[in-house]
C-alpha cells in the first residue's frame, strides 16, 4: 500500500478520488502517451522514484504501434489489441515498479469508435472476471462534431462505461495542431477556445449518469511544440467556466476536474495557471518523444566508430562492438533521457511525493 493510495492500476471511484485529491492539494497528473514497453516502464519508473501518481495513455496510433506494424488494423482490431496487451503490461508490472496508474486511452474521433467499443467489451469480460476494468477511463474525442452531437454521443457511451465506473473524459473545442493523423492546423481559432455555455451543457447532461467524468475545455491548446507566441493560451477560461457552473448548478468550488492538452512547449507559469483553475490532468507527449530521440541520438554520435561495424573500432582492429550496438544499451538511453524531462513535467505539475 501506498501512503494515500493503493499501488498498481486505478480503477472504478478510486479514479475520482485520485483527481479530487490533484484538485484539493492543487497538483496535476502527468498523462503520457506510451508505444510500447520502452515507454511504458520508464513512465511507471519515473512515476515511482517521484512517489507520485502518474496517468498512462495510449492514441489509436500508439496502440496499432504496439500491437506491431505488421498487423491489419481492419474494423480497429490491432488497436484493440494493441490497447488490450498493454493494459496487461501495465497491470502486471504497476504494483511491481510500486506506483498508482490511471490506465486512459487518449482521443478517439467518431471513425475511431470501433476501436472504444472493442475496449468497452474487453473492460466489461475483466470487470466480470476480477471485479475491475481493463482501463481507468477513455476519451471520447467528438469536438469535430456539434456540440448536440458531441454529447449524445458521448451519453450513450456514457451509460455504458457507467455500469464498468469507467470514468469518461470529453472534449469541447479543438486542440489545435496535428495528431495521429487528426489535423487541427487550420481551425478557426474561436474554436481553440471553449465557452463556459458550452461546458455547462455538457455538465448538466453527463451529471445525470455518474459523476466520473472530466473535461478537456480548450483554451488555446495546440498539439506540439511552436515558436513563442504561435500559441496563445488563456487559461482564464477555466476559471470563468469553473465560476459559472458553481454559481449555475450550486456546487462547491471548482466543479469540473479539467484537462490540459498539448501540454508540450508550455511555461512554468502557464501550467501552474492551469492547475490554479482545476487542471488534474495534463497531457506531454511531443518533449518526451523528443528526448527519447536525443538520448538514442547523442549514444549514436558518441559512439558511431563502435557501430560501422560487428568487429573492429578505435581500440583494435579484431575487438567485438556487440556491448555498443545491442539494442538494449541505445534503448535504455532513450529511455533515461524521457525519465529527465518527465520528471521536469512531475515537478512543474507540483505532483513530488504526494502519494
Not at 55 to 62: W, Y
Not at 200 to 229: C, M, Q, T, W
Request: include cysteine.
Amino acid at each position: 500500500m501506498s501512503k494515500k493510495f493503493p499501488f498498481g492500476v486505478a480503477t472504478g471511484n478510486l479514479v475520482k478520488e485520485i483527481f479530487e485529491y490533484a484538485k484539493e492539494n492543487v497538483f496535476s497528473i502527468p498523462a503520457v502517451n506510451v508505444i510500447g514497453s520502452n515507454t511504458m516502464n520508464t513512465v511507471m519508473e519515473t512515476a515511482a522514484e517521484v512517489n507520485s501518481p502518474v496517468i498512462i495513455q495510449l492514441s489509436n496510433g500508439g496502440a496499432i504501434f504496439n500491437a506491431g506494424k505488421g498487423l491489419s488494423n481492419e474494423k480497429q482490431k490491432a488497436a484493440i489489441q494493441g490497447s488490450i496487451a498493454c493494459a496487461m503490461h501495465i497491470h502486471e508490472l504497476a504494483s511491481y515498479y510500486k506506483t498508482t496508474v490511471i490506465l486512459h486511452t487518449d482521443h478517439c474521433s467518431k471513425p475511431f469508435l470501433p476501436w472504444i467499443d472493442g475496449l468497452i467489451e474487453a473492460n466489461e469480460k475483466y470487470y466480470k472476471r476480477f471485479g475491475k476494468t481493463l482501463f481507468s477511463s477513455h476519451m471520447l474525442d467528438l469536438s469535430q462534431e456539434s456540440l448536440k452531437e458531441n454529447i449524445n454521443i458521448c451519453e450513450q457511451y456514457f451509460y455504458r462505461m457507467n455500469k464498468s465506473k469507467i470514468t469518461l473524459e470529453i472534449e469541447l473545442g479543438v486542440t489545435g495542431g496535428e495528431e495521429d493523423g487528426i489535423d487541427n492546423s487550420n481551425i478557426e481559432n474561436n474554436k481553440l477556445y471553449t465557452q463556459p455555455e458550452e461546458v455547462a451543457y455538457a455538465y448538466e447532461r453527463l451529471i445525470k449518469i455518474s459523476d466520473n467524468f472530466i473535461i478537456a475545455a480548450s483554451f488555446g491548446n495546440v498539439h506540439g511544440v511552436y515558436k513563442p507566441g504561435n500559441v496563445i493560451l488563456r487559461p482564464e477560461i477555466l476559471k470563468n467556466t469553473q465560476k459559472y457552473i458553481q454559481k449555475k448548478f450550486h456546487t462547491n468550488e471548482k466543479p469540473i476536474s479539467l484537462v490540459f492538452h498539448g501540454g508540450s512547449g508550455s511555461t512554468e507559469k502557464e501550467i501552474q495557471k492551469a492547475i490554479s483553475f482545476g487542471v488534474v490532468k495534463m497531457n506531454v507527449d511531443t518533449d518526451l518523444q523528443y528526448a527519447f530521440t536525443c538520448g538514442i541520438r547523442d549514444y549514436m554520435n558518441i559512439n558511431k566508430e563502435y557501430l560501422k561495424k560487428q568487429i573492429g573500432n578505435p581500440k583494435g582492429k579484431h575487438i567485438p562492438n556487440k556491448k555498443y550496438y545491442d539494442p538494449r544499451i541505445w534503448l535504455r538511453e532513450g529511455e533515461k533521457s524521457f525519465k529527465k524531462i518527465l520528471k521536469k513535467y512531475f515537478e512543474f505539475m507540483n505532483n513530488i511525493n504526494t502519494l
